[in-house]
């Protein structure tokens, strides 16, 4: 029977995956088409310059991201001065600096080495820039809402994609070279005649110290070297080509949004969503067997009417006590815990995540979040969580009700305050290093007010308004009567002591989510677009699953051993999730990273922490609901008098 399950399981596991797999293609372009007449001007913006990895190191040398136009990289500006773009909230918070250029690009009219401007290197300069072309710094451009990149080959797939970005310059010869030369080729779509779509984008750098001797730069020439020992002068110069192209435009983001190997991919994710859902119903096999067991036992001594003649207070049946295992402890199950205040204020902040990212998660996956509109994910989960403020005060209220806390002002203020406090002051104090560095990432203090603006003037209130909601709701009642003098509690052995048992139980969910996390680490420190939600939208499921599976287990054997203080056991043993997330960290820290300076060792390290601890409250929150719930219904199953 249990073969057939896990047989049953596989092939659903299966099906869904495969629709995951057709969601994670489908997108909404995002904009609406700009058709472009035969010499109509297309705008060319420009973005920050930000850290990659190159093919000859794959490491990253840096996590921070300059702004295009610092007065270090003396780019040409238009006249006038560059002009701000307007963007969206989340995509200041990542970084995104879009500002208007000089470049002068006209449907379908090709140009050819035509002169930018020429700028002054000063030995201050020179090294800054150098120091950056070593680390395999990336220039990012927009054309039509697509990334300018460059065309790379899958050696193992055997094709063609777009990556987004181009070298600044290239470090793999004895000096830095600057890329001041660039090819822009530019694919076009015809829709009609005199109609003309932008269906993507190639920019092919290349470093030339002079142009060369009619003019032109496709003579091979000296490479542009800036001298770090004084002045070196540097002339920028583009070429544009229009080439036609059979993409639509509802598909042109189809080149850009590349995975390495998804036959690798899709086995690891599979393999490991096996393992998970294989695991969790031997589990589940195993709780449950151990469970009517449990109850045929305990219903079936309460039907004897026996008396105890001896005075003993014992009545055996098969050399079992009456009251043995989780019975035993039916009066100090719902004894109110240590810090109620805190675990409510824990459980309303993660209930919140947890609807905050399941909705989130569903937008992207019906295709709600296009690639196009940047920065749209991380506005969507600032607005949602904001939104959902109600639900997090809610909870937490009605929570410390349950447990008979009294201080229900404190209750109300510390659910929408301390959490998002502790994640906000953190955030500056990283801040605080971006803005000494000069890095685009440093967050603009007009949208911290703008932050701090939606926690207090949307997030705070609908708080307020729901934990006023949750407490005027009737208290939820325990199955079972709570006995005055608590039971003393014998002495953990083995896995059911705090540590042990709590690292055993993070290990399994954490399973569940490994592949996903290391993808959308890269992505994130690598500037990469991430948009495989099908697959994520699995993994979240499997860890929902997983955490509930192994966290009920836990309790069950924490009750079964007569501890009845599962409460933070069982909110710990989830978040146990969050130190191998850490972990996992800490290896792409030194497997994959190779950052020089405290800056950047202090900023990664640091947001890793910040995002390990959003997991803790998260799947903590799964982990005690789950429990809680388990641990109603078998004290509901079972006559006590």
Not at 249 to 277: C, E, G, M, N, Q
Not at 550 to 559: C, D, E, S
């Amino acid at each position: 029977m249990l073969f057939l399950r896990c047989r049953y399981s596989v092939l659903l596991l299966s099906t869904i995956a495969l629709q995951a797999h057709f969601c994670s293609t489908f997108y909404l372009p995002g904009v609406i088409p700009t058709s472009y007449k035969e010499g109509d001007r297309v705008q060319l913006y420009v973005n920050r310059v930000t850290p990659s990895s190159s093919t000859n190191d794959p490491h990253l040398r840096s996590i921070l991201s300059y702004d295009y136009y610092d007065p270090d990289f003396h780019f040409c500006q238009p006249e006038g001065g560059p002009k701000t773009q307007d963007e969206s909230l989340g995509s200041v918070l990542f970084g995104d600096r879009i500002y208007s250029s000089p470049f002068e690009l006209f449907m379908h009219k090709n140009q050819v080495c035509k002169k930018l401007c020429s700028s002054i290197f000063d030995q201050e300069s020179a090294i800054f820039v150098n120091n950056i072309i070593y680390q395999s710094y990336d220039m990012n451009w927009i054309i039509d809402g697509l990334p300018a990149g460059q065309e790379e080959m899958d050696e193992i797939t055997n094709t063609t994609f777009y990556s987004p970005g181009f070298a600044l310059g290239d470090a793999t010869a004895d000096e830095p070279r600057l890329n001041n030369h660039f090819d822009i080729t530019i694919d076009y779509h015809t829709v009609e005649e005199n109609a003309h779509r932008v269906v993507g984008v190639l920019v092919e750098p290349s470093s030339r110290a002079e142009t060369g001797s009619n003019g032109g730069c496709e003579e091979e020439v000296p490479p542009m070297v800036l001298s770090e020992h004084g002045q070196t002068q540097v002339i920028w110069t583009y070429s544009v080509y229009w080439r036609p192209s059979d993409t639509v435009f509802a598909t042109r983001w189809d080149k850009y949004l590349h995975v390495s190997d998804p036959r690798i991919h899709w086995f690891s994710l599979i393999t490991s969503a096996i393992s998970v859902v294989v695991l969790t119903m031997i589990i589940s096999s195993i709780l449950l067997r151990a469970l009517r067991r449990d109850f045929a036992r305990y219903n079936r001594l309460n039907q004897f009417e026996l008396e105890d003649i001896s005075g003993a207070g014992t009545i055996t049946e098969d050399g079992i006590q009456e009251d043995s295992g989780w019975k035993l402890v039916h009066g100090d199950a719902f004894r109110t815990p240590s810090h109620p205040l805190l675990l409510s204020v824990f459980l309303g902040n993660g209930a919140q995540l947890f609807v905050m990212t399941g909705v989130t998660i569903i937008f992207a996956l019906f295709g709600l979040v296009s690639p196009a509109s940047r920065g749209m994910l991380t506005t969507i989960m600032v607005i949602f969580y904001a939104l959902f403020g109600f639900i997090g005060g809610y909870v937490s209220a009605r929570v410390y009700k349950h447990f008979g806390g009294e201080s229900w002002k404190q209750n109300i203020a510390y659910t929408p305050l301390l959490i998002p406090g502790i994640v906000f002051s953190t955030f500056f104090m990283l801040n605080l290093f971006l803005w000494a560095k000069r890095s685009s990432g440093a967050v603009p203090f007009t949208t911290m007010l703008v932050v701090v603006g939606i926690w207090f003037v949307v997030s705070v209130p609908l708080s307020f308004a729901g934990s006023w909601v949750g407490l005027k709701q009737q208290i939820i009642q325990p199955p079972v009567r709570t006995n005055q003098i608590p039971r003393q509690i014998p002495p953990a052995v083995g896995y059911l002591r705090p540590i042990p048992s709590v690292f055993l139980a993070g290990l399994l969910p954490f399973g569940s989510i490994f592949v996903e996390l290391y993808l959308i680490t890269n992505s994130i420190w690598s500037s990469k677009v991430y948009f495989m939600f099908g697959f994520l939208f699995l993994c979240y499921g499997l860890m929902v699953m997983t955490c509930a599976a192994v966290t009920i287990l836990m309790v069950y054997f924490l009750l079964c051993s007569e501890n009845y203080n599962w409460h933070w056991r069982a909110f710990f043993s989830a978040g146990a999730v969050a130190g191998y997330v850490f972990l996992n960290a800490l290896l792409y820290w030194f497997t994959t990273l190779n950052l020089s300076g405290l800056a950047g060792n202090v900023l990664y390290l640091g947001y890793s922490a910040l995002i390990s601890f959003l997991f803790f409250i998260l799947t903590g929150t799964i982990g005690f609901f789950a429990s809680w719930a388990f641990v109603q219904t078998i004290y509901a199953s079972i006559k006590i008098d």
